[in-house]
């Protein structure tokens, strides 16, 4: 495969950081100087899986490269997050969850319309499209805060048995224990992926071809980029347990908290790919484009990721469930909801992009705050 060096992406030149991820393993340099050459050394990673993933679907049907596009999506923040649920850190996937949700909804859509709209002034985009991705949004929030609501509530029942013994009608207060919250969970997280699925279903056949996500740069042909996806794969896997494995080191030589890392630095990490083409696109006022990815990505992964690890902890030492903390929900809620006021008039400018940006640092910083070791 022959490498185009003028239009190769510059965030490639960041594949230096794995050898030095590889020598600070074997020299058993300190957790922090792992961690942060983990995350440099996947970026590059992510980026190579998406543009093969984004090849061989450029050279499928069109239904078979919708569904490549929703499976390989968010392969890296799913890689990430089963090895940190392999390792027993399941505060940290939950996290991780909810600060790629954040970081799509908030960060990402806010840096698009901030540089966006300082280049082109107020920017227009097609309100079908966003508005779709916007209920699966709902949908999503709905998910994550119907299980905590059950969990954490007590449900008022008759006492059989001491209406046995008096005639009597007495209350008694029961709550859910941890197995009827693990079935409530695997049945939802079902739910959810047949709701995915049957989005992605509705997009082949209802949403126009220029609504559909542009691959950026040039394509590889078939089996070089079949190679790279299944190579870029591997190398992420092993990488992101190298990364999991070093953030209890992290954790005890910084004021980081386990929940600050899995809501802010790991999703900036695992989306950086993304982000840096939805800014791309921005800049050149493609905003239908720009939010397709960003919204996009963050029902990915709602609906498809979260329930996916839930069905695969199944599997695991460490068992998963939905039950998400009121922060993580509010947090959640309260950016999905600033987002649909922002977008409801199908217009954004830089104002709006600076908004969305500082409810993000808010939340970034409140997160930050909290006890390490909570």
Known sequence: ???????????????????????????????????????????PLAKLLGHATESIAEQTTENLGGLLNATFGNATELLIAFF???????????????????????????????????????????????????????????????????????????????????GEIVMQSVKMSTADVEKMSIFIAIVMILTYFTAVFHSFKHVPKQEAKEVEGHHWSMWPSIALLAGSTLVIAW?????????????????????????????????????????TVALKNKMDLSFSIAIGSSTQIALFV?????????????????????????????????????????????????SLLAVYLILAGAFYFVPVGH
């Open 239 to 279: 990488v992101s347990e190298g990364l999991v494995h070093s953030v209890e080191g992290v954790i005890a030589t910084t004021n980081m908290s386990e929940l600050f890392i899995g809501i802010v630095i790991i999703p900036i990490i695992g989306n950086a790919a993304e982000h840096i083409t939805a800014v």
């Open 1 to 43: 495969m022959k490498i185009d060096w003028k239009h190769l992406d510059k965030s490639y030149f960041l594949l230096i950081f794995l050898p030095a991820f590889v020598v600070s393993m074997y020299m058993h340099a300190a957790p922090l100087v792992q961690f942060i050459l983990a995350c440099a050394a996947i970026i």
């Open 84 to 166: 940190a649920l392999k390792a027993g850190h399941l505060s940290l996937v939950k996290a991780s969850l909810t600060g790629s949700l954040l970081a799509n909804v908030l960060l990402l859509a806010g840096l698009a319309m901030f540089l966006g709209g300082r280049k082109f002034g107020p920017q227009q985009f097609s309100m079908r499209i966003v508005g779709r991705q916007m209920v699966l949004c709902a949908v999503a929030v709905s998910a994550m805060l119907i299980p905590a609501l059950f969990a954490s509530s007590s449900f008022e029942m008759e006492d059989p048995q001491a209406m046995a013994e008096g």
């Open 306 to 354: 979260a329930p996916l690890l839930v069905l695969m902890s199944l599997f695991t030492k460490y068992h998963m469930d939905l039950v998400f903390t009121v922060p993580e929900i509010a947090s959640v809620g309260m950016a999905t909801l600033i987002l649909s006021i922002i977008v409801s008039d199908g217009k954004t400018n830089w104002f709006e992009g600076v």
